[in-house]
């Protein structure tokens, strides 16, 4: 059974497809005639047929739109993009500044970081000992008054400087 809505008539559902086909002259023969019969007999069909007959007519008279145009993707594209830009520097207005600054200070940290590991991993530690025994070996009689006894490391070179007031 049909009902009427805010908008109009509602067709019965065994009509409702049909009424369409019945407007655009599509149906058969005893097809139309019952569609025909039954909107005579059904309220609620005949006035939705009425609607629908009517909008065929606004549309009729309205003609064929015109299509968007060969542009019309690039239009809306460019569009698109310049949304985008203009949302995206409101954003960046106060905290780019801010941004730049943290990217420059991680990449500062990483460098300074990676030099550091790389010193010590063996070039630091490669030069403290050879810097230690050429001094030691081309300079014995300063240091090491003893010859057969060198100093060991560093503190007891300087314990040997100041022994001897070396160091004055």
């Not at 019952?34 to 909008?55: F, I, K, P, T």
């Not at 019309?72 to 780019?96: D, K, L, N, P, Y």
């Not at 550091?116 to 490669?126: M, N, P």
Request: net charge negative; proline share 5%; glycine share 8%.
């Amino acid at each position: 059974m049909a009902t009427e809505t805010k908008f109009g008539y509602t067709a019965c559902a065994k009509y409702e497809a049909l009424l369409e086909d019945y407007l655009d002259g599509a149906l058969e023969l005893t097809d139309a005639k019952s569609a025909e019969q039954h909107c005579r007999d059904c309220a609620n069909c005949r006035g939705a047929l009425e609607q629908a007959a009517s909008s065929v007519r606004l549309l009729r008279l309205a003609g064929p739109s015109v299509g968007p145009g060969p542009a019309f993707a690039r239009t809306v594209m460019a569009r698109i993009r310049a949304a985008e830009q203009e949302r995206s520097s409101e954003r960046a207005g106060f905290w780019q500044p801010l941004v730049s600054l943290g990217w420059r200070f991680a990449a500062t940290a990483t460098l300074v970081l990676g030099a550091l590991v790389s010193y010590d991993a063996g070039w630091g530690r490669h030069a403290q000992r050879n810097l230690a025994t050429a001094r030691l070996t081309g300079t014995s009689d300063i240091f090491a008054p003893d010859p057969a006894n060198p100093p060991a490391d560093r503190d007891e070179v300087l314990m040997m400087v100041a022994e001897t007031n070396h160091g004055k």
